[in-house]
């Protein structure tokens, strides 16, 4: 059996969607307490490291498998752009530290892949050098001399083939992968043992093995919203979701596709809210329904007169941390108790809500993995 192990986890995406595919998680590392909480309560096997800047990759369990999504305020557009040179976004350069000391201690047969997520801000930020320095520093896991060139624009799926050794990005969208989220996100694979890369991230699903027998069906996310803003109705009611504009204000945006924006975890943003609302109260937006929406903060992200009023008359509730779960591919309640003994703890809702926000939409990763256990079984 393949083995993982998972730098900046979070609350487990990457191990979860490993054990979806035959691959077992080993060890993790994470510094923040409640995420932290929440994996050690599902995978009470697998080994906690703490902070990564502690962490000698020549030190631990070698395992075939790297992931990490690493800190992307510094490369998303939604944040200050302060690039890899940013202190969250620089810790990049801790992971492959890791993945180079094992690799080194283990005579280069550990890591056999990597698989790196970010936002699609990485493309651009530093006018495209920090996606270009992202590749390379990983390549040279393998090459040490290799260099890789900067085009005057990053595409969305691409690959890089050394000696002996490859990459290959793409650029994903959870909504293509069954959850009702547009979630893109910049997936990076790296096969240090040969050219698999390429067919890991862009070989159809439907010519792989099928890993879902013995799983479990997963609930419909839409579906449960739906049911949530208090039943079907009649007349001219519809079920859909306000979505408050992304800095304040008292502006009003409401969306007419079937799909949440991004879920998020920063203060900035909105927080999603869903209501009934009829085509007198919005017109123009009669024969749609709104998507969904999640992120830290306050409803409204500081417009609080909009909400009340709009929750006065419509009837409009939060999104709750059980629907952002599902947006998200995660099981119900997954964040919902920590680690504490045998009765465990409760994670409260904002906690909650951040947590989801800063992992990853387990379906696309996936995905990734499922595609790196086809290639290379055990």
Same mark, same amino acid.
């Given at each position: 059996?393949?083995?993982?192990?998972?730098?900046?986890?979070?609350?487990?995406?990457?191990?979860?969607?490993?054990?979806?595919?035959?691959?077992?998680?080993?060890?993790?590392?994470?510094?923040?307490?409640?995420?932290?909480?929440?994996?050690?309560?599902?995978?009470?096997?697998?080994?906690?490291?703490?902070?990564?800047?502690?962490?000698?990759?020549?030190?631990?369990?070698?395992?075939?498998?790297?992931?990490?999504?690493?800190?992307?305020?510094?490369?998303?557009?939604?944040?200050?752009?302060?690039?890899?040179? +940013?202190?969250?976004?620089?810790?990049? %350069?801790?992971?492959?530290?890791?993945?180079?000391?094992?690799?080194?201690?283990?005579?280069?047969?550990?890591?056999?892949?990597?698989?790196?997520?970010?936002?699609?801000?990485?493309?651009?930020?530093?006018?495209?050098?920090?996606?270009?320095?992202?590749?390379?520093?990983?390549?040279?896991?393998?090459?040490?001399?290799?260099?890789?060139?900067?085009?005057?624009?990053?595409?969305?799926?691409? /690959?890089?083939?050394?000696?002996?050794?490859?990459?290959?990005?793409?650029?994903?969208?959870?909504?293509?992968?069954?959850?009702?989220?547009?979630?893109?996100?910049?997936?990076?694979?790296?096969?240090?043992?040969?050219?698999?890369?390429?067919? =890991?991230?862009?070989?159809?699903?439907?010519?792989?093995?099928?890993?879902?027998?013995? +799983?479990?069906?997963?609930?419909?996310?839409?579906?449960?919203?739906?049911?949530?803003? +208090?039943?079907?109705?009649?007349?001219?009611? %519809?079920?859909?979701? =306000?979505? %408050?504009?992304?800095?304040?204000?008292?502006?009003?945006?409401?969306?007419?596709?079937?799909?949440?924006?991004?879920?998020?975890?920063?203060?900035?943003?909105?927080?999603?809210?869903?209501?009934?609302?009829?085509?007198?109260?919005? +017109?123009?937006?009669?024969?749609?329904?709104?998507? %969904?929406?999640?992120?830290?903060?306050?409803?409204?992200?500081?417009?609080?007169?909009?909400?009340?009023?709009?929750?006065?008359?419509?009837?409009?509730?939060?999104?709750?941390?059980?629907?952002?779960?599902?947006?998200?591919?995660?099981?119900?309640?997954? /964040?919902?108790?920590?680690?504490?003994?045998?009765?465990?703890?409760?994670?409260?809702?904002?906690?909650?809500?951040?947590?989801?926000?800063?992992?990853?939409?387990?379906?696309?990763?996936?995905?990734?993995?499922?595609?790196?256990? /086809?290639?290379?079984?055990?």
């Amino acid at each position: 059996m393949l083995t993982l192990g998972s730098l900046f986890d979070g609350i487990g995406g990457f191990p979860l969607a490993a054990m979806r595919v035959g691959i077992k998680p080993v060890w993790a590392s994470e510094i923040e307490e409640v995420p932290m909480s929440i994996t050690k309560r599902h995978f009470p096997q697998m080994r906690h490291l703490g902070d990564i800047t502690k962490i000698c990759g020549g030190e631990i369990e070698p395992v075939d498998v790297i992931t990490f999504g690493s800190p992307c305020q510094d490369l998303s557009v939604a944040g200050k752009r302060a690039g890899l040179g +940013g202190g969250r976004s620089g810790l990049f %350069l801790e992971a492959v530290r890791i993945i180079r000391e094992m690799r080194e201690a283990t005579g280069g047969l550990y890591p056999t892949f990597a698989v790196w997520e970010n936002v699609p801000g990485a493309f651009t930020s530093n006018k495209g050098e920090d996606f270009r320095t992202v590749a390379e520093e990983i390549a040279r896991a393998a090459q040490p001399e290799i260099s890789v060139i900067r085009p005057k624009k990053w595409p969305n799926a691409g /690959t890089v083939v050394g000696k002996g050794h490859s990459l290959a990005w793409r650029l994903l969208d959870a909504r293509y992968w069954g959850v009702p989220q547009r979630r893109r996100r910049i997936f990076l694979v790296a096969d240090f043992a040969g050219e698999r890369a390429g067919e =890991i991230l862009f070989k159809p699903e439907s010519l792989r093995r099928d890993f879902e027998e013995g +799983g479990r069906a997963r609930q419909n996310a839409s579906a449960y919203v739906t049911a949530g803003t +208090g039943g079907a109705g009649g007349g001219q009611d %519809l079920h859909g979701l =306000i979505v %408050l504009n992304d800095q304040g204000g008292n502006s009003l945006n409401v969306e007419s596709a079937d799909i949440a924006p991004t879920l998020r975890a920063e203060t900035h943003g909105n927080l999603p809210v869903v209501c009934t609302y009829t085509a007198t109260s919005f +017109g123009q937006y009669a024969e749609g329904v709104g998507t %969904l929406k999640a992120s830290g903060g306050d409803l409204g992200g500081g417009s609080e007169t909009i909400v009340a009023f709009l929750a006065r008359s419509l009837g409009l509730r939060r999104l709750t941390p059980t629907e952002c779960e599902r947006i998200q591919g995660f099981p119900d309640d997954w /964040t919902a108790w920590g680690d504490c003994g045998a009765g465990g703890v409760k994670i409260s809702d904002t906690q909650r809500y951040r947590a989801l926000g800063n992992s990853v939409a387990v379906p696309c990763v996936e995905f990734v993995l499922g595609g790196i256990a /086809t290639c290379h079984p055990h």
